[in-house]
C-alpha cells in the first residue's frame, strides 16, 4: 500500500481496514453501496481511484456489489488468491493496493465477468 498502515488506520474504520488493508470481507447483504441505483462512479475509499460505473453495476444476488465490467484496467489489479483454501482471482486498485473483492466468471454479458466488491473499499460520487 502506498500510504502507510499506521496511517490508513488513523483515517478508516476498523472495518473499512480490516477489508482494505487485511484483505477481509464485509458480511453479505450489509454494504452500503449493495443496494444503491444512483448514477455515478464508484471509486478507491483509499486513493480515490476511478474503479466502477453504476452502468455496469447488477443484482447477483450474492450479497455484495457486483460489477460486470470496469471503468479502465489501468487501475484495477488482478492477483490469485489461494487463501480459505480456494482458488480466487482477487482485485486490487492498481493505485494503492487497497484489497476491493475478487473477480468471478459468473457475470452477465457483455464481459461474462462478476467483479464482487466490498462496498467498504469505496466510496461513491454521483454523475
Known amino acids: 500500500m ?14 473499512e481496514y480490516k477489508i482494505v488493508v487485511e484483505k477481509g470481507t464485509e458480511m453479505p447483504f450489509t454494504g452500503k453501496y449493495l443496494h444503491n441505483d444512483k448514477n ?4 478507491c475509499l483509499v486513493c480515490d481511484s476511478e474503479l466502477f460505473s453504476s452502468d455496469t453495476k447488477f ?4 450479497g455484495w456489489p457486483s ?6 484496467n489501468e487501475n484495477i489489479n488482478i492477483q490469485e488468491d489461494d487463501s480459505h483454501g480456494m482458488k480466487r482471482l482477487e482485485v486490487q486498485c492498481k493505485n494503492c493496493g487497497a484489497h476491493l473483492g475478487h473477480l468471478f466468471d459468473d457475470g452477465p454479458n457483455p464481459t461474462g465477468k462478476r467483479y464482487c466488491i466490498n462496498s467498504a473499499s469505496l466510496s ?3 454523475k
Open 67 to 72: 460489477f460486470y465490467d470496469v471503468l479502465s
Open 2 to 15: 502506498n500510504k502507510s498502515k499506521e496511517k490508513l488506520k488513523k483515517i478508516l474504520s476498523e472495518e
Open 40 to 43: 455515478g462512479i464508484y471509486n
Open 124 to 126: 461513491f460520487k454521483s
Open 59 to 62: 443484482d447477483s444476488g450474492s
